[in-house]
Nanobody, 124 residues
Framework: QVQLVESGGGYVQAGGSLRLSCVAS????????MGWFRQAPGKEREFVAVIAWSYVTTYYADSVKGRFTISRDNAKNTVYLQMNSLKPEDTAVYYC?????????????????WGQGTQVTVSS
């Protein structure tokens, strides 16, 4: 069992930056694929980024590529999402999620573990 707790959300002006953190409980965190998703009001949950257990393999949604960076520190049981050049359309609740295998990584239905979410609001 893995429990996830996000932090780092907030209010920022367009062009600004935020760093989200997700701390996981459980001794097997290092073997999990970890993803970030987001959900804006009235919209479906959307894939943002994912990182494999190996640190090396990452994948991003086209909408955030070049602006967001996902990373992890297995010694701290933590995954991060550095968000730069934020836009108003990035406004959403951001969720951290975990799954065992690096398969179907952009499908939120494939993730077994979820955090409670953290709000990111970007003003124009």
């Amino acid at each position: 069992q893995v429990q996830l707790v996000e932090s780092g959300g907030g209010y920022v002006q367009a062009g600004g930056s935020l760093r989200l953190s997700c701390v996981a409980s459980g001794r097997t965190f290092g073997s999990y694929t970890m993803g970030w998703f987001r959900q804006a009001p009235g919209k479906e949950r959307e894939f943002v980024a994912v990182i494999a257990w190996s640190y090396v393999t990452t994948y991003y949604a086209d909408s955030v590529k070049g602006r967001f960076t996902i990373s992890r520190d297995n010694a701290k049981n933590t995954v991060y999402l550095q968000m730069n050049s934020l836009k108003p359309e990035d406004t959403a609740v951001y969720y951290c999620a975990g799954k065992r295998e690096y398969l179907r990584i952009s499908d939120h239905r494939e993730y077994a573990y979820w955090g409670q979410g953290t709000q990111v609001t970007v003003s124009s």
